[in-house]
């Protein structure tokens, strides 16, 4: 998987804050946060995780569907960045 160990570091650094928002979620739970807190914190540890999950995909497309190495046709890269665009949409 060359693209996750290219962005090894700002994988990493992106995994360690959805840890941080997680044990906010358990810090809240424990002390018996409003569920209106606990679900903002949920939310943005849900997007903080879909973001993560978005560009993993991306950079599975890019570097293992659409080959760098071979330049892809317009129509490859176009088709690639309509399926990249479409999975960012979903995981909003």
């Given at each position: 998987?060359?693209?996750?160990?290219?962005?090894?570091?700002k994988?990493?650094?992106?995994?360690?804050?959805?840890?941080?928002?997680?044990?906010?979620?358990?810090?809240?739970?424990?002390?018996?946060?409003?569920?209106?807190?606990?679900?903002?914190?949920?939310?943005?540890?849900?997007?903080?995780?879909?973001?993560?999950?978005?560009?993993?995909?991306?950079?599975?497309?890019?570097?293992?569907?659409?080959?760098?190495?071979?330049?892809p046709?317009?129509?490859?890269?176009?088709?690639?960045?309509?399926?990249?665009?479409?999975?960012?949409?979903?995981?909003?």
């Amino acid at each position: 998987m060359a693209h996750t160990i290219r962005d090894k570091q700002k994988l990493l650094h992106r995994v360690r804050r959805i840890r941080g928002q997680l044990e906010a979620v358990e810090r809240a739970l424990d002390q018996e946060e409003e569920p209106f807190t606990v679900l903002q914190i949920l939310a943005a540890a849900r997007g903080a995780m879909n973001g993560l999950m978005a560009e993993v995909i991306e950079g599975h497309v890019r570097f293992h569907i659409v080959n760098p190495d071979e330049r892809p046709t317009s129509e490859q890269a176009r088709s690639a960045q309509q399926l990249i665009d479409v999975v960012r949409s979903y995981l909003k």
